[in-house]
């Protein structure tokens, strides 16, 4: 009975952190029409740190000598978590199709779990995998209107490997996130891992302002930026840590199903886009496949 009412909150965290995750997606309807790919990305991580590091300072001060220490862990946590996911789906979106990217992207789980697996030896059951078919299953559902034909037509194009590449670099943040212990606090890492991200984004963006597009600071920027920044920035990443730590690596990974329910909504209410049967079939099933990705596979805290 203690064990389950210890779990009761980080397992709500599967279905609330996604609300502000899934809102990346408003910015990628939204943001790049007024801002570039990697300029959006670049400037919402520098604002992330930039909001953070008067609230960190003086704990990241004290900690100097542990940061020398976990630096290059940092920095790959940030080059994962804020530059692979943080620009390739918005380079993404300039050549494929919004289905082609929900079904690449959501394949991140298998990725998470795969990656667990072989390099840190946990276990993967046959009720897990069960789940993540039923997830599966519910996403396509949602993402391919339930229409075969659209799942069986689907062209890749360089975008496709744009997201591709996104979906394998969330599955490493998430992975080596939870492994990889840190004496820092959640908000002194993510302070560093913000930095670090910006940082690995930082020679990509002097070259798209150079050869490909310039960023206008125009009031639309400053607008998506800040959003950006606090709603699936430092709002979506902070709850998915504490999700992640209580959770575990390959549970933490179902978040991004809801995602896909949650974006659908999103698409309704913000551009009108109609919603079907096909959704209300989906999000059962999603919801019903991370209950049993769930059960008996909730790390004791």
């Not at 992330?48 to 100097?64: A, C, E, M, Q, R």
């Not at 990656?115 to 039923?134: A, C, D, H, V």
């Not at 940082?199 to 600071?217: A, D, M, V």
Request: hydrophobic share 55%; glycine share 8%.
């Amino acid at each position: 009975m203690r064990n389950l009412n210890v779990n009761i909150f980080p397992l709500s965290l599967l279905f609330i952190q996604p609300i502000f995750m899934a809102s990346n997606l408003v910015v990628a309807r939204g943001g790049v029409e007024f801002v570039p790919p990697i300029s959006l990305a670049f400037w919402r991580w520098t604002l992330v740190f930039l909001i953070l590091l008067p609230f960190t300072y003086v704990s990241l001060k004290k900690n100097f000598k542990i940061i020398k220490k976990e630096y290059k862990k940092l920095f790959f946590l940030g080059s994962m978590g804020c530059g692979v996911c943080g620009a390739f789906p918005f380079l993404a979106g300039e050549t494929t199709t919004v289905t082609n990217m929900g079904i690449i992207y959501t394949s991140s789980p298998v990725f998470i779990i795969l990656i667990s697996y072989f390099f840190f030896n946990e276990r993967i059951n046959f009720i897990k995998i069960i789940g993540l078919i039923t997830c599966l299953i519910g996403v396509f559902t949602i993402i391919i209107k339930g229409n075969l034909k659209l799942l069986i037509n689907l062209e890749f194009t360089i975008g496709d490997l744009w997201m591709l590449a996104a979906a394998i670099g969330w599955a490493l943040y998430s992975v080596f996130l939870f492994y990889w212990n840190s004496k820092l606090k959640i908000f002194e890492r993510f302070t560093l891992i913000s930095f670090f991200g910006a940082l690995s984004l930082l020679p990509f963006y002097i070259g798209e302002e150079i050869f490909f597009k310039q960023t206008n600071f125009i009031p639309e920027f400053y607008l998506w930026v800040t959003f950006a920044a606090v709603s699936p920035g430092i709002i979506a990443f902070t709850l998915y840590t504490i999700t992640q730590k209580k959770l575990g690596a390959s549970l933490t990974g179902f978040t991004l199903y809801v995602f896909t329910v949650y974006g659908a909504i999103y698409g309704h209410f913000l551009f009108d886009e109609k919603f079907e049967n096909f959704h209300f079939i989906g999000t059962i099933l999603v919801f019903f496949g991370i209950y049993l990705a769930k059960k008996n596979n909730v790390k004791k805290v």
